[in-house]
């Protein structure tokens, strides 16, 4: 039996719908369209396609979409200062901070100084505190309004969108990142799943991925997980972005893990084109909460 | 084999001397001592017990513990402003808001207001995503100084005092609370255990918690955590605290699991006298930051 391609390319296209409607609907409303800021210091190459992805991807929502770079020599105060300049100017909703930040920039002290009510791309600490805290989903949140990191966010939406349930499951996410393990545990978490965080000192990697029904794989490592680590029926949500011989490839063994699994992402095609799209609901979600 | 017994009180104590020694290196050292502010509204006779038993405690220690109550009737607005008023206080180093606080209180926007430095109880979301995006022990932290609530800060304190392995060691918290059970499970992911976080919802307790070689049980239930649900050699860790006809017990049922676990907390005696030396130490701590 072979598994669902879980096609990351089409559900995009569905939520770009839905985001497109919905930014005609807010700037009719205020008069002025959600605006995001990404700022870079240097050149590098992986950061300046992005950005032009980004501001492509954000232009054709009709949202506004503005480029700030300083030189590979700015210091640690210009690029804060930016940063406030950033947060004070009130015509920008959301703000992403490209990493890498240039050597020997502090990408803590960069991050910690963002408005964490225009952290759309949800790094400052206390929007990673924020999801930890909140409470399960249905019940009240008990925290203030939050920004998910866009990777996993489109993972989850992912398998909410394929009506796969996730809560009494296990759940094992491989990789312990700030930017995807983590938060991609706790948002599982809040989905009243049972939690599996596994990462490189794990003893017996296979036995712990055998145990779950959602498989979420995001250690940047090719074919890491292979098919006899996987549990025939389960979903396989894989946030790799590796290159073998010149080919982007997953963290997922795909072709073998796609027998055994019961629905699978492929790389490419996956949670890679979820992401923009996510960070562009976050957007949105910021000027919405900004203009109340 | 009955399991070694992990002796709370012994263990504070010996604490309670190294503290005693730092506080008094510091206050000679600075003229000052390091000082809490507890600060409750209303009059809940835990919180009046807890309140008397910090303030005992940090007196003994040589640090200043100073007690700032409002009436049961106290608006969000006074109760903030008290906040803001000891955040802005030279002379005060941590801050404890004592909960319950009265009905109709938004109670994560108190939290929110305290100074992230001066929260030595770790509640303000920053130090619980500080806490999250910190990298594995033995690394660069990558984050501001945080401060970790003081229960999950004294179960870790008594594994790594007995020299219990945690790297690459599988370990179960049972409980997702904000204050004991996901911390605790931050703390041990990055002592790079691999770490499960079951709850309510898990389908297979036993089966789980049967993985554990340290199993952490904070649910609130008496007895929850039967002999059967223990790994032969596991160390148990047990946070519950619970009234049964009048006497206190933990979650795990004690009598049984110590003949099958390798180490086991006794409840009382075991987590509960560690939690306001583990608080002594973050003010110090404070202390120590603010008088950079």
């Known amino acids: 039996m072979t598994a669902t391609i879980l096609d990351g390319k089409a559900l995009s296209a569905t939520l770009r719908g839905e985001i497109d409607a919905a930014v005609a609907e807010f700037t009719s409303q205020h008069g002025y369209a959600p605006a995001i800021a990404v700022m870079r210091a240097g050149e590098d190459p992986a950061s300046v396609s992005y950005a032009g992805q980004i501001l492509k991807t954000f232009e054709k929502r009709g949202m506004t979409a503005s480029l700030h770079t300083l030189p590979e020599t700015a210091t640690q105060a210009e690029i804060v200062a930016l940063v406030q300049q950033l947060n004070a100017d009130p015509a920008i909703h959301g703000i992403m901070v490209q990493e890498p930040l240039p050597k020997g920039i502090d990408e803590a002290a960069v991050k910690a100084v963002l408005s964490p009510d225009k952290d759309v791309d949800g790094v400052h600490p206390v929007n990673t505190g924020r999801l930890a805290q909140a409470a399960p989903v249905g019940r009240p949140a008990g925290v203030a309004p939050f920004f998910v990191p866009a990777t996993p966010a489109g993972g989850l939406e992912m398998l909410k969108r394929n009506d796969?349930?996730?809560?009494?499951?296990?759940?094992?996410?491989?990789?312990?990142?700030?930017?995807?393990?983590?938060?991609?545990?706790?948002?599982?978490?809040?989905?009243?799943?049972?939690?599996?965080?596994?990462?490189?000192?794990?003893?017996?990697?296979?036995?712990?991925?055998?145990?779950?029904?959602?498989?979420?794989?995001?250690?940047?490592?090719?074919?890491?997980?292979?098919?006899?680590?996987?549990?025939?029926?389960?979903?396989v949500i894989d946030f790799g972005v590796n290159f073998v011989d010149g080919s982007m490839c997953g963290d997922v063994d795909y072709e073998a893990v796609k027998e055994v699994a019961g629905l699978i992402t492929p790389v490419p095609g996956g949670t890679g084109p979820m992401t923009n799209v996510m960070l562009a609901i976050n957007v949105l979600e910021a000027a919405r909460l900004q203009a109340r």
């Open 164 to 235: 796969v349930a996730i809560s009494g499951k296990m759940a094992v996410v491989v990789g312990r990142s700030t930017i995807v393990g983590k938060p991609m545990a706790l948002l599982l978490m809040r989905e009243n799943a049972t939690v599996i965080v596994a990462h490189s000192r794990t003893p017996d990697l296979a036995g712990v991925c055998r145990q779950a029904d959602i498989l979420c794989a995001a250690v940047g490592r090719a074919n890491i997980i292979t098919a006899d680590m996987v549990k025939p029926g389960a979903a």
